[in-house]
């Protein structure tokens, strides 16, 4: 007979501890571990069945037939290129963000385009009743024959739904209102997402449907419930960009199917997201060029070349203690180039409140913007302009000031060229490779030099 017993449970992490514990030994977080029953049974050794082993006997890898080609197109090209070049079926996606960035809104014209072009498309939703779907259908113009809709948080309801339908893609909104009734804690609990998690897994891969799944996030930006789900799922993507802002960018944290460097760029409309084919133009739109504290700098995006404007503000601090502020950008990256121009270049940035900001919402996890951030810097500390008209800057700065290569310069150099600049700051040591017979490329060797061919 089943032995029931009581266990506590770190919501943050999944640490589980046989009594309540003030504060998790594994994530260090306090008041998260609570109680949840759970039912534990043993499992007599039967032997293994000789037949079903037999029926699923190890392959060559040569007789595995790829699934590279079996991919659904989205009908969204960004999302597309975020995903690898497709939705893979029997994959299983996490997409997160804040609320009311645009989650539903995506996946609902993801969802009509699927079924327009492939068959039926299951859309449940626990969070909303079907007539509010409907009214955000209505908005973005989705109406769609194949496109089924039903509010239902019971995940054996939704698996009998899915057996009966045979849709062709599944979306869940979202995974922290889902709950199965063998399980006694609350839906959103660890035990819950843990198990409809596996549930939901085992269900695309047997019948090798894609599923998306959404999650919430937490005030922290992060996302909630176990980090195991992370691990359990193929893809991660994370809808980032500020509510009161158009645009909206859509990155991948994980997948198995392709690079995780992506990132697709859409625009929120009234009849719903639209996508930017040209970031850089949308990017640049608003830019003042030779305004102090500003510079343009060349970032790669997985194997798009994006250019896109840097802000910098200094001003005399009226405290002991100066303010370091950054918007886009790692503050410890920030403070690591104001060690470096405090050092070699002997400017008192200890004396400065600095604020830094990335014009567009984009967020900066490369090293390629370094000497732009270091050179709009400089301009808003002096109170100058940069003097070489409309010109892009690109480049690492090292612990010494020295200006290292970067990858993919030839590619940002193509891109300042559509865009219509004149002169490109870039290292010394990718100048060979990225030559131009439209922009005065410009290579130097450290801050210093620089400085010089700047200002």
Not at 68 to 85: A, C, I, P, Q
Not at 147 to 157: G, R
Not at 380 to 388: C, D, Q, T, Y
Request: aromatic share 6%; with cysteine.
């Amino acid at each position: 007979m089943a032995k029931i017993k009581s266990i506590f449970v770190c919501q943050e992490c999944g640490y589980e501890s046989p009594k309540w514990l003030g504060k998790c030994p594994d994530c260090n977080r306090w008041n998260t571990l609570v109680e949840e029953v759970k039912e534990s049974t043993k499992v007599s050794n039967s032997k293994v069945n000789t037949i079903k082993v037999l029926d699923n006997m190890p392959k060559s890898i040569r007789e595995i037939k790829s699934g590279e080609k079996e991919r659904y197109d989205t009908g969204l090209k960004e999302l597309n290129r975020v995903l690898g070049g497709g939705l893979v079926r029997g994959s299983l996606t996490l997409i997160s963000g804040d609320p009311g960035i645009g989650k539903s809104t995506l996946l609902l014209q993801t969802a009509d385009a699927i079924s327009k072009k492939y068959g039926k498309v299951l859309y449940v939703s626990g969070e909303e009743s079907e007539e509010q779907i409907k009214i955000r259908g209505d908005r973005l113009g989705v109406n769609a024959n194949d496109l089924y809709i039903i509010s239902e948080t019971n995940l054996d309801l939704v698996e009998a739904y899915i057996n009966e339908l045979k849709p062709v893609f599944v979306i869940i909104d979202s995974i922290q209102t889902i709950y199965k009734e063998t399980i006694t804690s609350a839906p959103g609990s660890v035990s819950q997402v843990k198990e409809c998690s596996n549930t939901i897994m085992r269900i695309g891969k047997n019948q090798n449907i894609p599923l998306f799944i959404v999650a919430h996030v937490t005030k922290q930006g992060e996302l909630a419930g176990p980090r195991v789900l992370e691990h359990m799922v193929d893809t991660v993507l994370y809808f980032e960009g500020e509510r009161t802002e158009d645009f909206r960018v859509l990155r991948t944290m994980k997948n198995r199917f392709g690079t995780t460097s992506e990132i697709g760029v859409f625009e929120m409309a009234e009849e719903g997201l639209r996508e930017i084919y040209d970031p850089s133009r949308i990017f640049l739109e608003d830019t003042s060029f030779n305004q102090e504290g500003s510079a343009v700098i060349g970032i790669m995006e997985g194997t798009r070349p994006i250019l896109v404007e840097i802000q910098a503000l200094a001003s005399e601090s009226n405290t002991h203690l100066a303010s370091r502020t950054a918007v886009g950008i790692d503050n410890q990256r920030l403070r690591l180039i104001l060690a470096v121009l405090e050092k070699k270049l002997r400017v008192p940035f200890y004396k400065y409140d600095v604020y830094v900001n990335v014009v567009g919402g984009l967020t900066l996890d490369g090293t390629t913007g370094d000497l732009g951030l270091a050179l709009a810097l400089l301009s808003s500390v002096k109170n100058v302009g940069i003097k070489l008209e409309r010109t892009v800057i690109i480049g690492e700065v090292g612990l010494t000031g020295e200006i290292r290569p970067v990858t993919a310069c030839e590619r940002l150099i193509k891109e300042a060229e559509k865009m219509g600049f004149e002169n490109a700051i870039i290292p010394e040591r990718n100048r060979d490779k990225a030559k131009s017979d439209v922009i005065n490329v410009i290579g130097v060797s450290n801050l210093r030099e620089a400085i010089n061919k700047i200002f």
